[in-house]
């Protein structure tokens, strides 16, 4: 059963990540603080976030046309936002992916 | 000022990347196989390398493994396909606790100071990516 609030806008999130280095673990992290974050403004129900291994699934970072790791990125049609870099910043990957408050919204109400 | 050393036998790989980070402000030197660049790495401890998996002579798996114990603070993109023979070793590398990321070939300008930005933070202005990708730039270099 969907337990979304009526007009909730499901944010899906993926990371690539190479295997289980220092770096990856480290955007790991960062993406659940990222994840921590949005569920407390959006709901935990309007997030869904997956992690790839490029080395596992090199396919599927073709397909994303991921030019290095770690490389987050927002689904979603047309252009799919995505952050290369310091994913402890956190207030500004959230604006990157035009995941404020106020997109969020916008999205969910158009 | 922030120093890149990129090791690959290409001539005009290595000069691609010049140009692009010296025209990013980062100080860059280069080196043309995997010897060459190990030395560099020791004599002048740059904050990042670019390390090409396909080069004869000291592999592009054995001069990442060499980085490492030199230089283990200094972050290292793996640059390659991302398809093929490298990646059982890069696996094997990564489970024995290398540190690494990937970058597939072939990177342009943007990408190559984009990754730049993110690993060791900007020196020039912020690169601009098409196809809606930004870099937030890295503050713990």
């Given at each position: 059963m969907d337990d979304r609030p009526v007009g909730a806008l499901m944010i899906r999130l993926r990371l690539y990540v190479t295997g289980r280095t220092v770096s990856a673990e480290r955007a790991r992290l960062a993406l659940r603080d990222?994840?921590?974050?949005?569920?407390?403004?959006?709901?935990?129900?309007?997030i869904h976030c997956e992690v790839i291994d490029v080395l596992d699934d090199p396919e599927a970072a073709e397909r994303d046309k991921i030019f290095a790791t770690p490389t987050l990125l927002r689904l979603g049609p047309g252009v799919q936002p995505r952050v290369f870099g310091d994913f402890s910043a956190t207030d500004k990957v959230i604006g990157a992916l035009k995941l404020d408050t106020k997109s969020v919204t916008l999205a969910a109400t158009a | 000022m922030k120093r890149v050393l990129v090791i690959d036998d290409d001539g005009g790989v290595r000069e691609s990347f010049r140009a692009a980070l010296e025209d990013a402000g980062y100080q860059v030197s280069t080196a043309e196989n995997g010897v060459s660049g190990i030395e560099s790495a020791q004599a002048e401890r740059p904050d990042l390398v670019f390390l090409d998996l396909k080069m004869p002579g000291l592999s592009g798996v054995d001069t990442l493994k060499q980085l490492q114990d030199t230089c283990p603070r200094t972050p290292v993109y793996v640059v390659t396909g991302f398809y093929g023979e490298f990646i059982a070793p890069l696996r094997e590398l990564q489970s024995r606790g290398v540190d690494f990321n990937l970058a597939r070939k072939p990177l342009t300008a943007t990408e190559i100071k984009a990754i730049a930005a993110g690993r060791i933070g900007m020196v020039g202005p912020l690169p601009v990516g098409g196809d809606g990708w930004t870099t937030v730039p890295s503050v713990h270099s």
């Amino acid at each position: 059963m969907d337990d979304r609030p009526v007009g909730a806008l499901m944010i899906r999130l993926r990371l690539y990540v190479t295997g289980r280095t220092v770096s990856a673990e480290r955007a790991r992290l960062a993406l659940r603080d990222l994840e921590r974050r949005l569920a407390h403004t959006t709901g935990e129900s309007t997030i869904h976030c997956e992690v790839i291994d490029v080395l596992d699934d090199p396919e599927a970072a073709e397909r994303d046309k991921i030019f290095a790791t770690p490389t987050l990125l927002r689904l979603g049609p047309g252009v799919q936002p995505r952050v290369f870099g310091d994913f402890s910043a956190t207030d500004k990957v959230i604006g990157a992916l035009k995941l404020d408050t106020k997109s969020v919204t916008l999205a969910a109400t158009a | 000022m922030k120093r890149v050393l990129v090791i690959d036998d290409d001539g005009g790989v290595r000069e691609s990347f010049r140009a692009a980070l010296e025209d990013a402000g980062y100080q860059v030197s280069t080196a043309e196989n995997g010897v060459s660049g190990i030395e560099s790495a020791q004599a002048e401890r740059p904050d990042l390398v670019f390390l090409d998996l396909k080069m004869p002579g000291l592999s592009g798996v054995d001069t990442l493994k060499q980085l490492q114990d030199t230089c283990p603070r200094t972050p290292v993109y793996v640059v390659t396909g991302f398809y093929g023979e490298f990646i059982a070793p890069l696996r094997e590398l990564q489970s024995r606790g290398v540190d690494f990321n990937l970058a597939r070939k072939p990177l342009t300008a943007t990408e190559i100071k984009a990754i730049a930005a993110g690993r060791i933070g900007m020196v020039g202005p912020l690169p601009v990516g098409g196809d809606g990708w930004t870099t937030v730039p890295s503050v713990h270099s």
